[in-house]
């Protein structure tokens, strides 16, 4: 499908309504008499109008009279597609069925009336389209728009120009910045160092600070600044200016990129290229930017992680630009509204703590509201700013700057990701937002849609990243590379809760109770209220065409019924729910989106399987039990996440054939696990969580086999993309069931498509050799009882894996030596026991940036004769991370004990000699159990019995008997 049929900020459902329009026509719905030549009427109209919403839609400032016709046009849409929607569920067929005496002609009056009442609505928005296309037609509206707010001045310009003594927090940056380029000195090839952050964060300004005091090093220097739209042949000819090179009569790109690289082939130079916004611009001017060994250097700031990457793909370095602490903060604060950091007023202590924790440490953002509150003494003054921070950015001429900054990334957006961005006003400031639930979110209020072979949610999960890489989005617990929630800043959602009112996005339940509800319908609306038990909803707001409901605090008192036209209901955070808040839930017939979180919640309604439209039941926070067996009537439901303890009918999943994903289906009984084998049966499923349920009081071999059983009949099917078997009690802890499980007779199809593989719930005893033909896989955590040299090979040797996370007790033979795994870029490796030594061997894992060890040692003669791990051949390696756990005795104090300082001591010395100069984080873990091997064996006998040892040797018999006589 198209990626314009979706819904949007500024032209409404225009497109989605046009698609549905046109479907319509072609059903027999619109041989209704008077209703098909209507149809067809609004049909045109509307796409007549469609090409003007979207010009209108990239202007950044538009005159009242646009503004209006657009807003007028977008509420017009709205308003069809529900009339729309509700006459396909009024009047649509009886599926086939044959429907006689007076049932049937109670049912065929019910029609007549429906039609009736129809075709009368259809008139009356047909009378409002002719108004709007009459209006157009009087003011040419194609005609050039007001100018960008953002042309005007270049709001960079305060940056190039500042005065380093007003400056806060910029000394450590630049120290560092420099102090990579002294490192490279020795380095004659071509360096580039890209600065990537925020807007407003200062990129510019540190830039300009190490470009001045730089560039008497270089006998050529430029800085020049791009824009969201660069001129490329205007920034040629500023950059030949810069370098001291005449443009002459040059017109021709070619021509200019000649010049500047016959000026610069024999000279060292420095250039910065001030705020790239895409690769395609980099491109063109890294053409100009030869390598001439002469030692040059490019400083590049961009808003995109991803530009950021690609400008640095040869040094593989980029700095990150980080927020201003809070002392830092301050001083820069106090120093703009009073003209000295030292001036100190007890009224203002709170108020301005306040304000400074709304500005998140964004340079530009505490400059900005320092203007505002400049020479200003009263208390409530400094409240007022505060309350209205979003509208002050918006709205007063003096907060210009930072509005025009973040417009200039809000409208570098593309449209469908612009709506993403606004529809994260629904959640409150600082709030945890889960990616999962945001994507979903977003699939079913339309914004998403299938795309180029990805599913919607894919799509979605790229829409998600894009916005964390141009720094729109703040990411929260990162795992394997990919943040599973995002927080938004406050100034940024300042920003664009102020875009989503314009623009009658958004509804927000405090902007009603302060007065300031729009004069157009409500179409989503947030409640946060954490005060006030009783909510009761202004009767001014015309609530009948609400799409979503996102609840914050205390519930509202209002029923279900009163929200007809919902897609999205979403109560995770709703306190006080209970069962009775569901009655009639089945009355909505178009929602889409359904989550609950509140304990109180202990079942499901029965009628919930009358939801057809449903995609996404999310009941994990919940007290439900059981399943309604109605659920296999959901017919539309791709996503499913539940709790561990929830019990379904037997044979209910065979039923769900749209099913993509289910996130914690548990395993606490043999009945239950015998479930796992119907979801081989569903061709649709890409993720499967399974989590186990059992107690460990109970647990037995036969119910792991039972296990291993039924997940390998899952793992045989090459539908799976991701497959997670978790332990649901212990979380990352290592598995309290030693029984140690083969994976051999699993054996996946040539066709497997599995990309993520977790198995943390029971130990397997070795990696089989069919893990290593897993061509897609990318994601792997796997606990090994005990390391093989061959477990290593088979897992190195899998081409595309780029995470790996393992636990182990020990490594065969007293040592795990690391080879192969040329794509690897996250290894994290754990071992339980002390007594093992890890190496990582020349040319192994050439591609890791992140090293994670987690160790156990109560003596230098635990590492068995290791020192520094091999660290200095990860030629790749950016970070390392490394925890030392100690003796459960409590003989010493870890953080003093010579054994970490030794440690340390050959790690930053092996460090030292790669070319990233990676950071290391040496975590002393405290005391945890370090298992002596002797003491591990014991403990496991008594337990469980004598274990089966994996590929025993002399050598290990003999570490084992001398570790049980220590």
């Known amino acids: 499908m198209s990626a314009l049929v979706v819904v949007d900020a500024s032209t409404g459902v225009v497109n989605t309504l046009l698609c549905k329009l046109s479907k319509l026509l072609e059903d027999e719905y619109s041989r209704l008499k008077g209703v098909r030549r209507q149809i067809r009427f609004l049909r045109d109209e509307l796409s007549s109008m469609k090409a003007v919403l979207e010009t209108l839609a990239d202007a950044e400032q538009l005159d009242p009279l646009r503004r209006d016709w657009r807003d007028k046009v977008r509420e017009l849409s709205y308003d069809i597609e529900d009339c729309i929607d509700d006459f396909m569920g009024r009047v649509g067929d009886d599926h086939g069925e044959l429907r006689t005496g007076l049932k049937g002609f109670f049912r065929k009056l019910k029609k007549l009336k429906a039609r009736h009442e129809i075709a009368g609505e259809i008139q009356q928005l047909k009378i409002r389209a002719i108004e709007a296309g009459e209006r157009r037609k ?31 927090g910029i000394d450590g940056p630049k120290e560092h910045v420099i102090g990579w380029f002294c490192k490279e000195k020795e380095h004659e090839d071509l360096k580039v160092l890209p600065i990537v952050g925020a807007g407003g964060l200062g990129k510019t300004t540190l830039a300009n600070q190490v470009y001045c005091q730089l560039k008497g090093q270089f006998q050529c220097t430029a800085f020049v600044s791009l824009s969201r739209n660069p001129n490329i042949h205007n920034i040629l000819r500023q950059m030949l200016t810069e370098l001291g090179i005449s443009c002459g009569t040059l017109d021709d790109e070619r021509q200019l990129i000649d010049r500047i690289r016959d000026h610069l082939k024999d000279k060292r130079y420095l250039v910065v290229i001030d705020d790239v916004w895409d690769v395609e611009a980099w491109k063109t001017i890294r053409l100009a930017l030869f390598n001439n060994r002469c030692g040059s250097r490019i400083i590049t700031t961009t808003r995109n992680v991803a530009v950021a990457s690609y400008c640095s793909y040869d040094s593989s370095y980029v700095y990150q630009m980080e927020s201003l602490n809070f002392a830092d903060s301050r001083r820069l604060f106090f120093r703009r509204t009073f003209g000295s950091e030292e001036v100190y007023y007890s009224h203002l202590e709170e108020v301005s703590n306040e304000i400074l924790a709304k500005c998140g440490g964004l340079p530009l953002a505490i400059i900005t509201l320092s203007s505002l509150l400049a020479d200003k003494h009263a208390k409530d003054e400094w409240i007022r700013v505060l309350t209205a921070i979003g509208s002050a950015l918006a709205n007063d001429p003096n907060a210009g700057n930072m509005a025009k900054i973040l417009s200039l990334s809000y409208f570098d957006l593309p449209h469908p990701i612009r709506t993403c961005l606004l529809y994260l006003s629904v959640f409150p400031e600082d709030h945890r937002i889960d990616k999962q639930r945001l994507v979903s979110r ?42 599973k929630a995002c927080r938004v800043h406050d100034i940024v959602l300042d920003f664009i809760t102020c875009k989503a009112a314009e623009e009658n996005f958004v509804t927000s339940f405090d902007s009603v109770e302060q007065g300031h509800a729009s004069e157009y319908r409500v179409r989503r609306f947030r409640v946060e209220n954490r005060n006030i038990k009783k909510v009761t909803i202004s009767t001014g707001l015309i609530l009948s065409h609400v799409r979503s409901i996102t609840v914050f605090g205390h519930c509202i008192q209002e029923s279900l019924l009163t929200f007809p036209t919902l897609r999205v209901l979403d109560l995770g955070e709703c306190w006080e729910l209970e069962n009775h808040h569901l009655a009639n839930i089945e009355k909505l017939c178009h929602l889409k989106y359904l989550r609950l979180g509140q304990s109180r919640i202990t079942e499901l309604p029965k009628k919930i399987g009358e939801l057809q439209y449903l995609e996404t039941l999310d009941i994990k926070g919940t007290r439900i039990q059981e399943m309604p067996s109605t659920i296999a009537r959901l017919q539309r439901l791709a996503h499913l996440h539940v709790g561990h303890m929830v019990r379904f009918p037997e044979g209910i999943f065979a039923q769900m054939q749209n099913l993509e994903e289910v996130e914690n289906f548990g ?34 071999r036969s119910h792991l086999e039972v296990v291993e059983s039924y997940l390998g009949t899952l793992l045989s099917s090459c539908n799976l993309y991701h497959l997670y078997f978790l332990d649901s009690y212990n979380g990352a802890s290592p598995p309290a069931y030693h029984y140690p499980v083969s994976l051999e007779p699993w054996c996946p199809t040539t066709t497997c498509i599995l990309r993520k593989l977790h198995i943390t719930y029971c130990y397997i005893n070795k990696v089989p050799n069919w893990m290593s033909l897993l061509e897609n896989l990318r994601e792997l955590n796997l606990y090994i009882f005990s390391m093989r040299s061959e477990d290593v090979t088979i897992l190195g040797a899998i081409p595309s894996l780029l995470f790996l996370e393992l636990r182990t007790f020990f490594g065969t033979d007293g040592r795990i030596l690391v080879a192969g795994f040329k794509s690897l870029k996250y290894f994290n490796l754990e071992i339980f026991c002390c007594g093992t030594s890890l190496e990582f061997v020349a040319g192994s894992m050439p591609n890791v940036e992140l090293l994670k060890l987690e160790l156990r040692l109560h003596k230098m003669e635990c590492l068995n004769g290791a020192s520094g791990f091999g660290i200095q051949h990860l030629s790749a390696l950016t970070k390392a991370e490394i925890s030392i756990y100690g003796d459960t005795d409590g003989l010493y104090d870890l953080s003093e004990d010579i054994i970490v300082k030794c440690v340390s001591g050959h790690l930053e010395t092996a460090m030292k000699k790669l070319p990233n100069h990676p950071t290391l984080s040496f975590i002393p873990g405290g005391l945890s159990p370090c298992l002596h091997f002797g003491k591990f064996i014991e403990s496991y006998n008594r337990r469980y019995g004598e274990p089966t040892w994996f590929g025993s040797s002399e050598i290990e018999e003999e570490h084992r008997e001398q570790v049980q006589a220590e």
Not at 671 to 679: A, D, I, P, V, Y
Not at 683 to 699: C, E, F, H, Q, Y
């Open 442 to 483: 977003w699939v079913a209020e339309g914004f998403i849609h299938e795309k180029q072979g990805r599913s919607a949610y894919e799509v979605g999960e790229g829409y998600f990243n894009d916005l964390i890489n141009r720094s729109l989005l703040q990411p929260v617990d990162v795992e394997y590379g990919q943040p």
């Open 667 to 700: 395993v606490f009984s043999n009945e239950q696990g015998k479930s796992l084998r119907e979801f081989s049966q569903l061709s649709k499923l890409r993720t499967l969580k399974v989590a186990n349920g059992w107690s460990r009081d109970t647990t037995k």
């Open 138 to 168: 009087r003011y040419d509206f194609l005609e050039p728009t007001s100018r960008s707010s953002t042309s005007a001045i270049d709001p960079r310009l305060p940056a190039l120009y500042e005065d380093v003594d007003r400056l806060v």
